[in-house]
């Protein structure tokens, strides 16, 4: 069963560098969705992608999955001209729970973008919750 599992997974890795950027977004949030490690890696890739819905579902999906290791590559994407997302990308960061964010949300209570704003608040809120 594991070995159709990591199949599935690798095939989703690879639908992350499709042509049809919605088939890659489909792609980010089935695998947000499985919580996969596996698949930190390429999402973190992913966010480097050029088209902002991209963006938004591998910042989604790296923050269902948890995995710390997302954190400094999230918070080199708040300053996205897309608000968006920075809204993805603080959502992410608050449901990750890494105190190294809180700078950088602390920041964003500024943003010119008032849902930026909110979804900042919200994830400093849970980040001293934790």
Request: glycine content about 6%; charged content about 35%; proline content about 3%.
């Given at each position: 069963?594991?070995?159709?599992?990591?199949?599935?997974?690798?095939?989703?890795?690879?639908?992350?560098?499709d042509k049809d950027k919605e088939v890659?977004?489909?792609?980010?949030?089935?695998?947000?969705?499985?919580?996969?490690?596996?698949?930190?890696?390429?999402?973190?890739?992913?966010?480097?992608?050029?088209?902002?819905?991209?963006?938004?579902?591998?910042?989604?999906?790296?923050?269902?999955?948890?995995?710390?290791?997302?954190?400094?590559?999230?918070?080199?994407?708040?300053?996205?001209?897309?608000?968006?997302?920075?809204?993805?990308?603080?959502?992410?960061?608050?449901?990750?729970?890494?105190?190294?964010?809180?700078?950088?949300?602390?920041?964003?209570?500024?943003?010119?973008?008032?849902?930026?704003?909110?979804?900042?608040?919200?994830?400093?809120?849970?980040?001293?919750?934790?």
């Amino acid at each position: 069963m594991q070995s159709k599992n990591v199949k599935k997974i690798d095939d989703l890795v690879a639908l992350l560098e499709d042509k049809d950027k919605e088939v890659c977004f489909e792609a980010a949030y089935q695998l947000g969705k499985s919580g996969n490690k596996r698949a930190v890696n390429p999402l973190i890739a992913s966010l480097k992608n050029k088209n902002f819905n991209v963006r938004c579902g591998a910042a989604e999906a790296l923050g269902k999955i948890g995995d710390k290791r997302a954190v400094n590559p999230l918070i080199e994407l708040l300053n996205d001209p897309d608000s968006d997302v920075r809204c993805e990308v603080v959502y992410a960061l608050g449901k990750i729970g890494d105190k190294k964010a809180i700078e950088p949300l602390i920041a964003l209570l500024n943003d010119q973008d008032s849902e930026v704003r909110c979804e900042a608040s919200d994830a400093l809120d849970e980040l001293q919750r934790m």
